[in-house]
């Protein structure tokens, strides 16, 4: 079935240092791909999206791009800010938006 | 504009009790999604309701059970509790699925 993998945290890294986390999937068909992050003490937001192959999401200085290829949808920001710290779900769904599949969480620390 | 609403905010149940969670979508949405999220978990599908029909369904046993008001709302109903339900129930709204809203969730106690 539809699965995501996401490596785990905690991730700790120190203010302005590059992120990469790592999102990898197994679907059928050609599913629409999501980062989504819960801040501490906050709900789940949506912070990017990708619904095709070599599409590319990016929001607030982050960007994944959608590669069917390596089956791949790796998180990326070149300079984290403290206030970046918080978890970090990859996400798929179906292509109708039915049925989505979270990965289990990347917890990021940025310390100053 | 008020965001997704969900209540009551915490639950504390006993085993083999009834549980019914409601939620409010976000102004505008017209389908709700529904997902358990276990400490330290991502969330897991439940299932989803659009035109108060179960459109999708996660791999979750008929204890879990939804319905959908004229109105857009929404109820999770988990009957014969067992003490693995302990979870926080988070409430996703949206237009026709795409780009979903989530609640802040209710935390479930099964004693």
């Known amino acids: 079935g539809d699965s995501v993998t996401q490596m785990e945290g905690p991730v700790t890294l120190s203010e302005e240092a590059f992120l990469t986390i790592n999102c990898t999937y197994t679907a059928t068909g050609y599913p629409s791909l999501f980062w989504y992050v819960q801040y501490p003490g906050e709900g789940l937001q949506l912070l990017l999206k990708?619904?095709?192959?070599?599409d590319k999401g990016s929001n607030k200085g982050f960007e994944a791009t959608y590669r069917k290829e390596t089956t791949s949808f790796h998180l990326e920001k070149g300079s984290v800010q403290v206030s970046d710290s918080a978890v970090y779900f990859c996400a798929l769904s179906d292509r109708n938006f039915n049925k989505f599949y979270f990965g289990s969480g990347t917890k990021l620390n940025v310390k100053p | 504009d008020a965001g997704v609403t969900q209540s009551p905010t915490h639950l504390i149940k006993t085993r083999g009790q009834q549980v019914t969670l409601r939620c409010s979508p976000k102004s505008g949405h017209d389908t709700v999604s529904w997902y358990q999220q276990a400490l330290g978990q991502g969330p897991q599908f439940i299932f989803q309701?659009?035109?108060?029909?179960?459109?999708q369904r996660g791999n979750f046993p008929d204890r879990f059970s939804g319905h959908q008001f004229p109105n857009y709302s929404s109820e999770l109903n988990v009957n014969a509790l067992l003490l693995g339900d302990s979870a926080l129930y988070l409430c996703a709204s949206s237009l026709r699925g795409y780009e979903q809203y989530f609640g802040p969730g209710t935390r479930l106690t099964v004693t």
């Open positions: 309701y659009y035109e108060e029909e179960e459109r």
């Open positions: 990708a619904t095709k192959a070599d």
